[in-house]
């Protein structure tokens, strides 16, 4: 089976015979051809996807020497046209070929080997051997790389043999022992790798190192090539445009802006928490005029936190240490209780709380001076301040 990618990486369409069609263990249908220009997947590079005749290619694979294309329909005998699509194509031989020169600069100013490379739908990583990567070592990388694409020059490959392949400055051991592909860029790099690469390294266009961040022993640098670039700068420039007008900020101002915006916000929230608790004093106030003339507070209120009313309780018994608070929460479909005495008081509160939710079929708890607890509203609020009140009297 000749793998028509190797002969030629710009290879689109071609013809071939279909010499078999079966499924494999999952039930996929695939086709194996006498030849192909479908790179399958390997060495960090993902499949190739495109059509033979009019059936799509969803996925192809090397599986013992096989190159399986993976088909959605079965293809008629005789001879077939592929066609590779293209863009997908041209995107994986841009970052490839970025891959290898960005690995190569990196060795080549600091020592640092590439020991992994993932190829992403969205962007790349090259994990090098390293336990930390400064600001400008990311930059001076990336220059040595965008100048190497820039000064166009070629990308060959060549077959060789073990003995072969030692006479060349290879950056890694290759990981077969004879037929080694070598890819080299001239005065640069050295690779046994059997990927697909453009013909030049100016057709890699332009690469772009994004971000890096500690992976184990290693560093994980992250970068897009090529059309990558433009994708990547066209999203980040259209969120740019909305921060900018949001902020009413130009670009260099937006990070101060922002974070001005936050540390005014976490005042403000301060504030707004500090003014609450100042009403929630003058409510517990208010609650113990309006309730004088008997020992206990009671109160049913529409949508309140049971947080906030949990502080409304504890003020209460704080400015009458022989009250008995109790407050009830009606939500939309829930009730909620918050249940308290002062200092004075003899009440228990965990036993009131334990009786009402039994009423209720709640959840909750607490213990002798404070509880709580909440349950499908199964009766008013009115309705189980009676029953509050009930158990108070009878314990
Ligand atoms: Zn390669």
């Known amino acids: ?53 009019e059936v799509e290619v969803v996925a192809v694979e090397e599986i013992e020497g096989e190159i399986r294309h993976y088909i959605n329909a079965p293809l008629t005998q005789g ?23 960005l690995s190569a600069a990196f060795a080549e100013l600091f020592e640092f080997q590439t020991v992994s490379f993932h190829l992403g739908k969205e962007t ?64 640069f790099d050295y690779n046994g790798c059997g990927g697909t690469h453009p013909s ?51 670009q260099e101002d937006v990070a101060d802006a922002a974070m001005r915006l936050i540390k005014d916000s976490k005042t403000l929230e ?3 928490e500090n003014k609450n608790e100042q009403l929630l004093s003058y409510e517990a106030k208010e609650l113990l005029i309006q309730h004088k003339t008997e020992d206990n507070v009671q109160a049913v209120f529409n949508g309140r936190s049971i947080k906030e009313l949990q502080t409304l309780a504890r003020k209460i018994t704080e400015l009458a240490e022989d009250s008995v608070v109790i407050l ?31 009423r209720i079929n709640g959840k909750g708890g607490g213990n002798k001076s404070l509880a709580q607890g909440g349950g499908p509203k199964s009766m008013s609020g009115e309705d189980l301040l009676r029953a509050a009140k009930e158990i108070l009297m009878v314990n």
Not at 38 to 52: A, E, K, N, S, V
Not at 130 to 137: G, H, I, Q, W, Y
Not at 211 to 225: A, G, L, S, T, Y
Not at 348 to 355: C, F, I, W
């Open 79 to 101: 001879e077939i046209t592929g066609e590779v699509d293209w863009s997908r194509r041209l995107d994986h031989m841009q970052q490839h070929a970025g891959q290898h020169i």
């Open 124 to 187: 790349c990583t090259i994990d090098i051997h390293t336990n930390t990567l400064r600001e400008e070592e990311a930059l001076a990388a990336e220059t040595l790389a965008n100048e190497i694409i820039f000064e166009n020059r070629p990308i060959e490959t060549k077959w060789v043999s073990a003995a072969e392949a030692i006479q060349y400055p290879l950056r890694k051991q290759p990981s077969v022992s004879e037929n080694i592909r070598l890819v080299i860029i001239p005065d």
């Open 270 to 272: 301060k504030d707004v």
């Open 200 to 250: 030049s390294t100016g057709q890699v266009s332009t690469i772009k190192i994004l971000d890096w961040e500690k992976q184990k022993q290693n560093i994980r640098v992250q970068f897009v090539c090529g059309n990558r670039v433009l994708k990547q700068l066209h999203e980040k420039h259209s969120v740019m445009k909305q921060l900018t007008a949001a902020l009413n900020a130009p």
């Open 328 to 358: 009830i929460n009606e939500l939309e479909d829930k009730l909620q209780f918050v249940c308290a005495c002062g200092n004075g008081s003899a009440a228990n509160m965990k036993q009131l709380a334990n009786e009402l939710l039994s």
């Open 1 to 53: 089976m000749k793998k028509l990618y190797y002969q030629d990486s710009y290879k689109k369409k071609f013809t071939a015979n279909v010499l078999q069609q079966a499924k494999d263990e999952q039930g996929n249908l695939y086709a194996i051809l006498d030849q192909t220009a479908f790179y399958p997947t390997g060495g960090g590079q993902p499949h190739d996807i495109g059509r033979l005749n």
